[in-house]
């Protein structure tokens, strides 16, 4: 408070570009708890609201020629079926639904976060963290129910010299152990830094010598946000895919 007193009678400008992530109840100002109804969970019901409706409305009448909505539900289905069957082979396309509902909520939360005045759950490692350990527990305990004790084998460099195999084999438990938290880091920090990025420039748009090159800024920053949003997605599936690749097909 006493900082933007400070800034009013200076005349300065006061603005604070994290503020846009605080996690607040939108039925009251009282302490957030595990029951409360968040700025959080409301746009990530909208997510998934947003996900059905493409996926399943946007379908139901399976026109021969296309509506608009049919047309982008078809192409993310194709997009991702392609994904699944290139990287994990045929033995992943019956884990497809799974991986397509992830890909369907990430991409749909990125982009309704860009909504102004939205709020973006997947720029909170809260969100990213969870869904990155459903990842990582869902393709540990596969890896172990198709391939028993042999699912070790991915730890296993059997075509590095024998010396070597255990030091390799150290390296590679602790890479497999942090594959969830840079699963995570790496969605939420490009989401985050981006919105933060544009919250920064439109602070400076209320100065008018230096609006105009803040304006193009925050266009340009707009257009590559919507880009982020799409690709961190196509990020998240991928490696998603990779992983539930070594579950399925463990060794080097």
């Not at 100002?29 to 019901?45: P, Q, R």
């Not at 028993?148 to 070597?164: E, K, N, Q, R």
């Not at 257009?223 to 961190?232: A, H, K, M, R, Y």
Request: charged share 10%; proline share 4%.
């Amino acid at each position: 408070m006493a900082t933007e007193a400070s800034g009013a009678e200076t005349g300065g400008l006061v603005f604070h570009p994290m503020d846009q992530f605080k996690v607040e109840n939108i039925l009251g100002d009282g302490a957030v708890t595990w029951y409360s109804i968040t700025n959080s969970t409301l746009w990530m019901a909208l997510a998934v609201l947003a996900t059905f409706a493409l996926l399943v409305l946007g379908t139901s009448k399976r026109s021969i020629i296309p509506t608009r909505m049919q047309s982008v539900a078809e192409l993310a289905y194709g997009f991702v079926y392609k994904m699944v069957e290139d990287i994990c082979g045929k033995d992943g396309l019956k884990y497809f639904p799974y991986i397509m509902t992830l890909f369907m909520f990430i991409v749909c939360a990125n982009f309704l976060g860009l909504i102004p005045t939205a709020f973006t759950p997947t720029s909170h490692f809260a969100v990213t963290v969870v869904l990155a350990m459903a990842v990582f527990l869902t393709v540990t305990i596969l890896g172990f129910v198709k391939n028993g004790a042999a699912f070790l084998g991915l730890f296993w460099v059997a075509s590095a010299p024998l010396a070597l195999r255990p030091v390799l084999a150290i390296i590679e438990l602790i890479s497999y152990f942090v594959r969830p938290v840079s699963h995570s880091i790496r969605l939420a920090g490009n989401v985050m830094a981006g919105h933060a990025v544009i919250k920064v420039f439109a602070g400076f748009a209320a100065i008018t010598l230096i609006s105009p090159v803040s304006i193009v800024a925050i266009t340009a920053m707009y257009g590559l946000e919507v880009l982020v949003s799409f690709i961190q997605a196509y990020v998240f599936t991928i490696l998603t895919c990779v992983y539930l690749k070594d579950a399925l097909h463990p060794g080097h």
